[in-house]
């Protein structure tokens, strides 16, 4: 079946802009997740969906990020006024469980570079 | 919020050979320890886990093993190929803070 997707795969923007990057998550999955994966690093945890709970923000670097998702499916990422310490990988996942110990499913991830 | 610690940072096996990744916790608050390989470019895949109920799971040649005293959870991989050749992650979920923290990745080379 169809697995998690993200679009743009790649972005390219200037410095100060802003930029939206979508999550199509598997259909069902009620959790969601953001990370950002910075080049040869780890996953830096960003924010974390579940149902229709109050998202776990916790991780978001600063309040240039926020993060919405409708109707419990697709979600947006924003980032506003981009900085170049902004470009990374970011790579959305999803889950069918309830609560975070269950099999993350990501997606392929957008690759943004600020200039 | 949670320190996982992941060691090695990179791994470089002969073809054939076992390879052990292990990650450290401070937090006993978690019964999930998964581990995940990344291949280049793409998202990581889960390639096994383990819940606290048990100390060592198996698939084929790969196993998991934890050991909550102690506060750690290894991958072994047996029998090495080139394919397994990727960055692999422990992820951890529990804490005070119930921080979602994946460990900074061992980037193994399996050389034929």
């Known amino acids: 079946g169809a697995g998690v997707s993200q679009s743009p795969s790649n972005k390219v923007t200037e410095k100060g802009k802003d930029v939206e990057l979508r999550c199509d998550p598997i259909?069902?999955?009620?959790?969601l997740y953001w990370y950002r994966q910075s080049l040869g690093q780890g996953l830096e945890f960003l924010i974390y969906?579940?149902?229709?709970?109050?998202?776990?923000k916790s991780g978001l670097p600063s309040d240039r990020f926020s993060a919405e998702r409708t109707g419990g499916s697709v979600s947006t990422l924003t980032i506003q006024r981009t900085q170049q310490e902004d470009s990374a990988v970011y790579l959305c996942?999803?889950?069918?469980?309830?609560?975070?110990?269950?099999?993350?499913?990501f997606g392929p991830g957008t690759r943004l570079t600020v200039t | 919020g949670e320190n996982v610690e992941q060691h090695p940072s990179t791994l470089s096996v002969q073809e054939g050979d076992s390879a052990v990744i292990k990650c450290t916790y401070s937090?006993?608050?978690?019964?999930?320890f998964p581990w995940y390989k990344q291949e280049l470019g793409k998202g990581p895949q889960l390639i096994i886990d383990?819940?606290?109920?048990?100390g060592e799971k198996k698939d084929q040649r790969i196993a998991v093993t934890l050991n909550k005293t102690a506060k750690h959870f290894s991958l072994h991989i047996t029998e090495t190929q080139p394919e397994d050749s990727a960055v692999y992650f422990c992820?951890?979920?529990?804490?005070?803070?119930?921080?979602?923290?994946f460990g900074k990745g061992t980037l193994l080379t399996v050389n034929p």
């Open positions: 992820f951890f979920s529990g804490g005070s803070n119930y921080k979602l923290t």
């Open positions: 259909s069902g999955h009620t959790a």
């Open positions: 937090d006993s608050a978690s019964n999930y």
């Open positions: 996942a999803s889950s069918s469980g309830q609560g975070s110990s269950y099999e993350q499913y």
């Open positions: 383990i819940r606290s109920n048990v």
């Open positions: 969906f579940q149902g229709n709970s109050a998202p776990d």
